[in-house]
C-alpha cells in the first residue's frame, strides 16, 4: 500500500510539474540545435543511445549521452554535455569504453520570429581536455554555433544551423537544415540533411526520426541515418528521451 502511494504521488508530482511547463523545445535528436532558449529557472535534461556503423566490422557507441540546460536568465541558458562512448573492431577483437571530455557553453537568445525573419541564437562552447585516455582531445576545442528557425505553417517548421569548431591545427566547418511535420498527439516527423567540411574533405550525411511529446516535459525520440559521402560512417540509429523540470 505504501509503494502504491508513493507511486501515485510521483505521478501526481510530474504531472503538477508539466502543468508548469510549455512545451519543451529539445536539442535533440536533431543535429540542428533548437534555436530557442530554456525558460529563466528551468532545467532540461536529454538523454541519447547511438550506434554507429563505421564500416561491416567497426562500430562507435554512445552509450550515454547526457546534456542538461539551465535558463539562467531570459534569453541566456548554460549546457553541461557528458558522454559514455564505446568503440568495437570485430576485425581485431579490440573493444574501448570511456568517459568523453566534458563540453560546456551557453546559448544566448537573438532574434525574435517575425514573418520571414527567422528566431536565432547563437551557442558558444568549448570541449575540454579531459576525460579518458582514449577519447580525450590533445587541447581544448572551442565551438561557435548560429541557429535559426523558422515556422513556415501550421504543420511545417524549418530550422538551419551554421558553425565551426577548432580542434588543433585544424578547424572544422559545419551545417544542418532539418525539416519537421507535426503529426496528430504530440508525433512529429523529422528530416535532415547534415555535413562536416574539414582539411578539404566533405562529409555529407541524412538523418530521419519520429519525436513523441508524451507531455509538457517529456518527450522520446527515435532515429536513424546513412552517410552520403565515402568518408561517412555507413549508418547510425539512436533512441532518447528528454525531461524537463
Not at 536533431?30 to 562500430?59: H, N, R, W
Amino acid at each position: 500500500m505504501k509503494k502504491l502511494l508513493f507511486l501515485l504521488s510521483v505521478l501526481g508530482a510530474g504531472a503538477s510539474m508539466a502543468q508548469d511547463f510549455d512545451p519543451i523545445v529539445t536539442d535533440r535528436p536533431t543535429q540542428s540545435a533548437a534555436a530557442s532558449v530554456m525558460p529563466q529557472g528551468k532545467f532540461l535534461l536529454e538523454y541519447g543511445f547511438l550506434k554507429e556503423t563505421q564500416t561491416t566490422d567497426i562500430f562507435n557507441y554512445t552509450y550515454a549521452n547526457f546534456h542538461l540546460r539551465y535558463g539562467v536568465v531570459e534569453g541566456v541558458e548554460i549546457r553541461l554535455t557528458q558522454n559514455y562512448l564505446g568503440f568495437k573492431d570485430n576485425t581485431s577483437d579490440m573493444s574501448e569504453t570511456g568517459l568523453s571530455p566534458l563540453t560546456i557553453g551557453t546559448k544566448v537568445h537573438l532574434v525574435e520570429e517575425n514573418g520571414a525573419v527567422p528566431q536565432i541564437s547563437v551557442i558558444g562552447q568549448i570541449t575540454l581536455a579531459n576525460g579518458d585516455n582514449n577519447f580525450k582531445p590533445s587541447q581544448a576545442i572551442p565551438e561557435l554555433r548560429l541557429n535559426f528557425a523558422n515556422t513556415l505553417s501550421d504543420k511545417f517548421s524549418l530550422g538551419y544551423n551554421l558553425g565551426m569548431n577548432f580542434p588543433e591545427d585544424n578547424s572544422t566547418s559545419f551545417y544542418s537544415v532539418v525539416l519537421g511535420y507535426a503529426l496528430a498527439d504530440g508525433f512529429t516527423l523529422f528530416a535532415e540533411p547534415y555535413g562536416f567540411f574539414s582539411d578539404g574533405n566533405a562529409d555529407h550525411r541524412f538523418n530521419t526520426g519520429l519525436i513523441y511529446l508524451a507531455s509538457n516535459n517529456l518527450q522520446f525520440d527515435v532515429s536513424v541515418g546513412w552517410g552520403l559521402s565515402d568518408i561517412s560512417p555507413d549508418s547510425f540509429i539512436s533512441f532518447g528521451a528528454a525531461f524537463g523540470f
